[in-house]
Protein backbone atom coordinates (compact mmCIF):
# COMPACT_ATOMS: atom_id res chain seq x y z
CA UNK A 1 0.00 0.00 0.00
CA UNK A 2 1.53 3.31 -0.54
CA UNK A 3 0.65 5.17 2.40
CA UNK A 4 2.81 1.93 4.55
CA UNK A 5 5.49 2.89 1.74
CA UNK A 6 5.32 6.62 2.31
CA UNK A 7 5.39 6.26 6.20
CA UNK A 8 8.59 4.18 5.48
CA UNK A 9 10.19 6.61 3.37
CA UNK A 10 9.40 9.28 5.56
CA UNK A 11 11.24 7.52 8.67
CA UNK A 12 14.27 6.93 6.38
CA UNK A 13 14.09 10.48 5.62
CA UNK A 14 13.63 11.75 9.53
CA UNK A 15 16.94 9.74 9.95
CA UNK A 16 19.06 11.28 7.27
CA UNK A 17 18.17 14.94 8.44
CA UNK A 18 17.66 14.54 12.37
CA UNK A 19 18.93 17.47 14.43
CA UNK A 20 21.09 15.87 17.06
CA UNK A 21 18.83 17.02 19.94
CA UNK A 22 15.71 14.84 18.73
CA UNK A 23 15.62 11.33 18.98
CA UNK A 24 13.63 9.14 16.87
CA UNK A 25 12.91 5.90 18.28
CA UNK A 26 11.70 3.36 15.82
CA UNK A 27 9.79 -0.01 17.95
CA UNK A 28 8.31 -2.73 15.92
CA UNK A 29 7.74 -0.83 12.65
CA UNK A 30 6.42 2.56 14.15
CA UNK A 31 8.09 5.79 14.67
CA UNK A 32 8.16 7.56 17.63
CA UNK A 33 9.14 11.45 17.06
CA UNK A 34 10.66 12.34 20.51
CA UNK A 35 9.29 15.14 21.69
CA UNK A 36 9.79 18.42 20.45
CA UNK A 37 8.82 20.59 23.70
CA UNK A 38 11.21 18.17 25.42
CA UNK A 39 14.05 19.38 22.63
CA UNK A 40 12.88 23.18 22.44
CA UNK A 41 13.08 23.05 26.54
CA UNK A 42 16.70 21.93 26.02
CA UNK A 43 17.62 24.53 23.49
CA UNK A 44 16.04 28.03 22.74
CA UNK A 45 17.26 27.68 18.96
CA UNK A 46 16.01 24.47 18.02
CA UNK A 47 12.21 25.31 16.71
CA UNK A 48 9.62 22.99 15.04
CA UNK A 49 10.05 22.85 11.47
CA UNK A 50 6.99 24.31 9.37
CA UNK A 51 5.70 23.76 5.51
CA UNK A 52 3.76 25.67 4.09
CA UNK A 53 1.59 23.85 0.66
CA UNK A 54 -0.05 25.93 -1.87
CA UNK A 55 -2.08 24.80 -4.52
CA UNK A 56 -1.95 27.23 -7.58
CA UNK A 57 -4.61 27.05 -10.98
CA UNK A 58 -8.04 26.42 -8.95
CA UNK A 59 -10.54 27.49 -10.58
CA UNK A 60 -10.46 25.66 -14.21
CA UNK A 61 -11.78 22.42 -13.67
CA UNK A 62 -13.96 22.04 -10.66
CA UNK A 63 -13.86 18.46 -10.61
CA UNK A 64 -10.07 19.14 -9.85
CA UNK A 65 -9.90 22.12 -7.44
CA UNK A 66 -12.87 20.55 -5.15
CA UNK A 67 -10.43 17.22 -4.96
CA UNK A 68 -7.58 19.62 -3.93
CA UNK A 69 -10.17 21.83 -1.57
CA UNK A 70 -11.11 18.59 0.54
CA UNK A 71 -7.30 17.73 1.49
CA UNK A 72 -6.60 17.47 5.00
CA UNK A 73 -4.96 20.71 7.17
CA UNK A 74 -4.42 23.90 6.44
CA UNK A 75 -3.41 23.82 2.94
CA UNK A 76 -3.69 27.26 0.96
CA UNK A 77 -4.90 27.59 -2.48
CA UNK A 78 -4.51 29.67 -5.14
CA UNK A 79 -7.15 30.90 -7.51
CA UNK A 80 -7.33 32.36 -10.80
CA UNK A 81 -9.51 35.50 -11.50
CA UNK A 82 -12.51 34.92 -13.52
CA UNK A 83 -12.11 31.53 -13.68
CA UNK A 84 -15.12 29.10 -14.70
CA UNK A 85 -14.99 27.66 -10.95
CA UNK A 86 -12.83 30.17 -8.86
CA UNK A 87 -15.19 32.13 -6.85
CA UNK A 88 -17.64 28.96 -6.00
CA UNK A 89 -13.92 26.84 -5.27
CA UNK A 90 -12.90 29.96 -3.30
CA UNK A 91 -16.30 30.02 -1.15
CA UNK A 92 -16.11 26.29 -0.45
CA UNK A 93 -12.30 26.48 0.67
CA UNK A 94 -13.24 28.93 2.86
CA UNK A 95 -15.97 27.42 4.37
CA UNK A 96 -13.94 24.41 5.56
CA UNK A 97 -11.36 26.98 7.19
CA UNK A 98 -8.89 27.17 4.49
CA UNK A 99 -6.24 30.27 3.45
CA UNK A 100 -6.86 31.75 0.02
CA UNK A 101 -5.07 33.59 -2.60
CA UNK A 102 -5.44 35.34 -5.72
CA UNK A 103 -3.17 33.55 -8.42
CA UNK A 104 -2.27 36.65 -10.46
CA UNK A 105 -1.39 35.99 -14.38
CA UNK A 106 1.84 37.80 -15.41
CA UNK A 107 3.57 37.66 -18.75
CA UNK A 108 5.94 34.92 -19.09
CA UNK A 109 9.24 34.50 -21.26
CA UNK A 110 7.44 31.87 -23.10
CA UNK A 111 4.64 33.63 -24.11
CA UNK A 112 2.06 31.25 -22.75
CA UNK A 113 -1.15 32.86 -22.57
CA UNK A 114 -2.83 34.09 -19.42
CA UNK A 115 -5.98 34.13 -19.87
CA UNK A 116 -8.22 37.44 -18.26
CA UNK A 117 -6.47 39.37 -15.43
CA UNK A 118 -3.18 39.38 -17.33
CA UNK A 119 -0.36 41.50 -15.98
CA UNK A 120 1.79 42.83 -18.74
CA UNK A 121 4.24 45.45 -19.27
CA UNK A 122 2.50 46.91 -21.61
CA UNK A 123 -0.16 48.34 -19.40
CA UNK A 124 0.44 51.51 -17.82
CA UNK A 125 0.31 52.20 -14.45
CA UNK A 126 -3.38 52.89 -13.62
CA UNK A 127 -4.93 49.87 -16.16
CA UNK A 128 -2.15 47.99 -14.60
CA UNK A 129 -3.52 48.85 -11.06
CA UNK A 130 -7.49 48.55 -11.76
CA UNK A 131 -6.59 44.91 -13.81
CA UNK A 132 -5.31 43.60 -10.63
CA UNK A 133 -7.99 45.73 -8.13
CA UNK A 134 -10.61 43.91 -10.52
CA UNK A 135 -8.98 40.12 -10.34
CA UNK A 136 -8.67 40.82 -6.18
CA UNK A 137 -12.35 41.71 -6.16
CA UNK A 138 -13.37 38.16 -7.86
CA UNK A 139 -11.49 36.11 -5.55
CA UNK A 140 -13.51 36.04 -2.66
CA UNK A 141 -11.80 35.95 1.04
CA UNK A 142 -8.74 36.51 -0.81
CA UNK A 143 -5.81 37.67 1.87
CA UNK A 144 -2.83 37.43 -0.48
CA UNK A 145 -1.29 36.83 -4.07
CA UNK A 146 1.09 34.91 -5.98
CA UNK A 147 2.11 35.20 -9.20
CA UNK A 148 0.65 32.63 -12.03
CA UNK A 149 3.83 32.31 -14.84
CA UNK A 150 5.24 36.10 -14.42
CA UNK A 151 8.90 34.62 -15.81
CA UNK A 152 9.06 38.01 -17.50
CA UNK A 153 7.19 40.36 -15.66
CA UNK A 154 8.77 39.03 -12.06
CA UNK A 155 12.15 41.22 -13.78
CA UNK A 156 10.67 44.07 -13.80
CA UNK A 157 11.12 46.39 -10.78
CA UNK A 158 7.97 49.29 -12.08
CA UNK A 159 5.37 46.43 -12.17
CA UNK A 160 6.37 44.62 -9.12
CA UNK A 161 6.03 48.06 -7.48
CA UNK A 162 2.93 48.75 -8.63
CA UNK A 163 1.57 45.05 -7.62
CA UNK A 164 2.96 45.47 -3.86
CA UNK A 165 1.41 49.21 -3.69
CA UNK A 166 -1.55 47.52 -4.36
CA UNK A 167 -1.19 44.26 -2.30
CA UNK A 168 -0.18 46.92 0.77
CA UNK A 169 -3.48 48.66 0.20
CA UNK A 170 -5.31 46.09 0.89
CA UNK A 171 -3.13 44.55 3.02
CA UNK A 172 -2.38 41.32 1.33
CA UNK A 173 0.72 39.47 1.73
CA UNK A 174 2.53 38.36 -1.55
CA UNK A 175 4.20 35.00 -2.19
CA UNK A 176 6.82 35.11 -4.97
CA UNK A 177 6.18 31.56 -6.84
CA UNK A 178 9.67 32.00 -8.18
CA UNK A 179 8.69 30.91 -12.31
CA UNK A 180 12.32 32.19 -12.99
CA UNK A 181 15.57 32.66 -10.67
CA UNK A 182 15.87 36.29 -11.98
CA UNK A 183 12.83 37.16 -10.10
CA UNK A 184 12.52 40.37 -7.97
CA UNK A 185 9.21 40.26 -6.68
CA UNK A 186 10.42 38.98 -3.40
CA UNK A 187 12.81 41.60 -2.85
CA UNK A 188 10.23 44.12 -4.20
CA UNK A 189 7.77 43.55 -1.68
CA UNK A 190 9.94 43.91 1.35
CA UNK A 191 11.38 46.90 0.33
CA UNK A 192 7.44 47.99 -0.30
CA UNK A 193 6.67 46.93 3.53
CA UNK A 194 4.24 43.76 2.35
CA UNK A 195 4.61 40.52 4.20
CA UNK A 196 5.98 38.13 1.71
CA UNK A 197 7.96 34.96 1.35
CA UNK A 198 10.12 33.04 -2.06
CA UNK A 199 8.51 29.64 -2.59
CA UNK A 200 11.14 27.08 -2.20
CA UNK A 201 10.21 23.70 -3.78
CA UNK A 202 7.84 23.21 -6.93
CA UNK A 203 6.31 20.04 -6.25
CA UNK A 204 4.66 18.53 -9.53
CA UNK A 205 6.34 19.56 -12.91
CA UNK A 206 6.96 15.98 -13.51
CA UNK A 207 3.88 14.11 -12.51
CA UNK A 208 5.19 10.95 -11.26
CA UNK A 209 4.98 9.76 -7.48
CA UNK A 210 8.80 9.22 -7.25
CA UNK A 211 9.06 12.80 -8.01
CA UNK A 212 6.36 14.12 -6.11
CA UNK A 213 7.74 12.21 -3.45
CA UNK A 214 11.30 13.32 -3.92
CA UNK A 215 9.84 17.33 -3.99
CA UNK A 216 8.12 16.42 -0.52
CA UNK A 217 11.19 15.04 0.75
CA UNK A 218 13.21 18.10 -0.29
CA UNK A 219 11.09 20.71 1.05
CA UNK A 220 11.17 18.69 4.18
CA UNK A 221 14.58 18.69 4.70
CA UNK A 222 14.96 22.17 3.64
CA UNK A 223 12.43 23.05 6.45
CA UNK A 224 14.54 20.64 9.12
CA UNK A 225 17.24 22.83 8.20
CA UNK A 226 16.16 26.24 7.92
CA UNK A 227 12.80 26.49 10.04
CA UNK A 228 10.63 26.80 7.33
CA UNK A 229 9.98 25.90 3.47
CA UNK A 230 7.34 26.85 1.14
CA UNK A 231 5.94 24.05 -1.55
CA UNK A 232 3.81 25.08 -4.31
CA UNK A 233 1.71 22.49 -6.01
CA UNK A 234 -1.14 21.88 -8.77
CA UNK A 235 -4.47 20.30 -8.77
CA UNK A 236 -3.28 17.34 -10.62
CA UNK A 237 -5.17 14.04 -9.92
CA UNK A 238 -1.57 12.27 -9.01
CA UNK A 239 -0.51 15.69 -6.54
CA UNK A 240 -3.83 15.73 -4.90
CA UNK A 241 -3.99 11.62 -4.47
CA UNK A 242 -0.11 12.36 -3.59
CA UNK A 243 -0.70 14.62 -0.38
CA UNK A 244 -4.35 12.99 0.68
CA UNK A 245 -1.23 10.13 1.63
CA UNK A 246 1.82 12.69 2.66
CA UNK A 247 -0.07 15.50 4.79
CA UNK A 248 -1.33 13.25 7.66
CA UNK A 249 2.39 12.03 8.05
CA UNK A 250 3.76 15.30 8.29
CA UNK A 251 2.96 15.12 12.06
CA UNK A 252 5.05 11.93 12.27
CA UNK A 253 7.79 13.38 11.07
CA UNK A 254 7.44 16.20 13.27
CA UNK A 255 6.78 18.77 10.70
CA UNK A 256 3.53 21.52 11.01
CA UNK A 257 1.82 22.04 8.46
CA UNK A 258 0.54 26.04 8.09
CA UNK A 259 -1.10 28.63 6.19
CA UNK A 260 1.00 31.60 4.60
CA UNK A 261 -0.43 34.19 7.45
CA UNK A 262 0.11 31.88 9.66
CA UNK A 263 3.64 31.51 8.70
CA UNK A 264 3.99 35.10 8.76
CA UNK A 265 2.73 35.55 12.21
CA UNK A 266 5.64 33.10 13.05
CA UNK A 267 8.14 35.40 11.27
CA UNK A 268 7.03 38.28 13.10
CA UNK A 269 7.02 36.87 16.32
CA UNK A 270 10.83 35.11 15.28
CA UNK A 271 12.00 38.76 13.48
CA UNK A 272 11.07 40.22 16.86
CA UNK A 273 13.00 37.42 18.98
CA UNK A 274 16.08 37.44 15.89
CA UNK A 275 16.28 41.20 16.17
CA UNK A 276 16.62 41.28 20.33
CA UNK A 277 19.53 38.76 19.21
CA UNK A 278 21.33 41.31 16.84
CA UNK A 279 21.02 38.46 14.29
CA UNK A 280 22.62 39.61 10.89
CA UNK A 281 20.21 37.20 8.46
CA UNK A 282 17.84 36.15 10.77
CA UNK A 283 15.99 32.40 10.48
CA UNK A 284 12.86 33.65 9.07
CA UNK A 285 14.35 33.54 6.00
CA UNK A 286 15.08 30.44 6.31
CA UNK A 287 16.71 28.84 3.16
CA UNK A 288 17.16 32.24 1.28
CA UNK A 289 18.89 33.41 4.35
CA UNK A 290 21.74 30.88 2.73
CA UNK A 291 22.09 32.53 -0.58
CA UNK A 292 20.51 29.70 -1.94
CA UNK A 293 17.95 30.22 -4.99
ZN1 LIG B 1 -0.14 29.00 -12.14
Known amino acids: MFGARLRQ?????????????????CLSGVTFHVGWAVAQAQSDTVRQPRVVII?????????????AVNLPGPVT????????????????AHQRGKELML??????????????????????????KRVLNRSLDDIPFAIGLNNHMGSLLTQKEEPMRWVMQVAKKRNLFFVDSRTTAKSIAWEVARATGVPTFKRDIFLDHQQTREFLQSQFFKAIRIARQYGQAIMIGHPYPITTEFLAEAIPVL?????????????????????????????????????HCQGNE
Do not use: W
Request: glycine share 8%; aromatic share 8%; with cysteine.
Open 9 to 25: AFVACIRRSALSLVSII
Open 55 to 67: IDDIGNSYEQGLA
Open 77 to 92: YAVLPFSAHGKELATI
Open 103 to 128: HAPMSNTHHFRLGPGALTDALGEQEF
Open 251 to 287: DEAGVQLVSVSALLMMQHEQRRFAQTQHSECDSTEGY
